[in-house]
């Protein structure tokens, strides 16, 4: 029979906290793993198992230790939950979740929400565990309320100095620390002139959000204002952006190629729609790829991955294969309409942009191979005219979109 782990979850309240059947899984296994932290928490009058600290890093040592103990009665310490940002996750992913025993406790947000009376269902939580403090920025929103899991005890300073940078000075922060146990203490300052001392590592951090009034809006709907990204202007302009984003219909946990990614408008866009969403942009010039950098992470999506000139990483690599991919620039290079479209999953959609003579006699040729739906747009932008206003046109926008191995007039025209 194959080896069965169990997965306790210990809350900060320790022994006294568990079930039976929690308390059971640990005095009847032949070697606890846990954090030095959660170790500690079983009395030393627990005799039976044997302790074992997790290495570090622990990830890339957990099939040898498995393995290494895979005729040995197992059991896991997490805190709380263990399938909440936990440890549980990590082995399911490595053993099948048909090879655990999971026992969980409440979780931290659940604990919060309840010392709060926020609703846990209403209530998005981020994790800035091993992940970096401005993925917190695209949940931030005038009255909402945000739960931010801390790395260590200088992590809600972190977070209010965050808040304070970006127009949420005014916020309301709550530290609650050691949540169930009996060192339980919650404190709450305001973001701007933020005091409080450093204090238990483990620590939830609670947001109540009031935007400055001054402050930009940044939603996670596409087409935000284009004065909100540095660089040297090489962007699709907002309008565009929002009609290109909705066309290639973003889905939580999907994969992006942004090709030509200029200052990073539409990898950066697509993931502020959800947190699963990812991006691989393909930009040929340094300084923008520096930039595109910055701007993903000044608004909130440092995770896009940035390589070079699309032709030769394709041609050396093997990038991800993407759900969606955006042509802005470089349409007329010879071969990357083919790369892109034999790369693109079956299923998958494109969106190509074209502003010259050249690039649109492309895209009605590609059409005519592969279906789709072909449209034009122009935008104009009120400007100043002496001591009038007046209407100053854009360059108009060819837009082709097109779904991979989709049937055009009833047959299907790309067997690929």
Known sequence: MRQVITVVGIGADGWDGLGGAARSAIEGAEVVFGSARQLGLVPAAVRGPRRAPWPSPLVPALP???????DSRVCVLASGDPMFYGIGVTLAKLVGPQALR?????????????????????TPVVSIVGRRLETVLPELGDGRRVL????????????????????????????LEQLGGPAERIAT??????SLPPGDPLAVVAIECRADPEAPRSTRLPGLPDDRYGGDGQMTKAEVRALSIAALAPAPGELLWDVGGGSGTIAIEWCRTHPDCRALTFERS?????????????????????????????????????DAIFLGGGLTQPDLFDLCWERLRPGGRLVANA???????????????????LGKMQVYRAEPLGGFTAWRPQL?????????NACFDGKPRDSR
Do not use: M
């Open 148 to 175: 931010v899991l801390a790395p260590d005890a200088n992590g809600p300073a972190e977070v209010a100095d965050l808040l304070a940078r970006n127009g949420f000075g005014g916020s309301a922060v709550t530290v």
């Open 64 to 70: 040898e230790l498995l393995a290494a103990h895979a």
């Open 396 to 404: 108009p926008v060819t837009q082709w979109v097109a779904v991979k």
């Open 102 to 122: 999971v026992l969980p406790q409440p979780s931290s947000a659940s604990l919060a929400c309840a010392r709060l009376g926020w609703a846990l269902d209403r």
């Open 355 to 373: 502003v010259t003579a050249e690039s649109e006699a492309l895209l009605l040729t590609w059409a005519a191979a592969h279906g789709g739906r």
């Open 189 to 194: 300052g305001v973001a701007a002139n933020w």
């Open 286 to 322: 340094e300084a923008r790829r520096r930039q595109i950098v910055a701007n993903a992470a000044a608004l909130g999506v440092p995770g896009i991955e940035v390589r070079g000139e699309v032709l030769a990483v394709l041609r050396a690599t093997e990038p991800p294969v993407p």
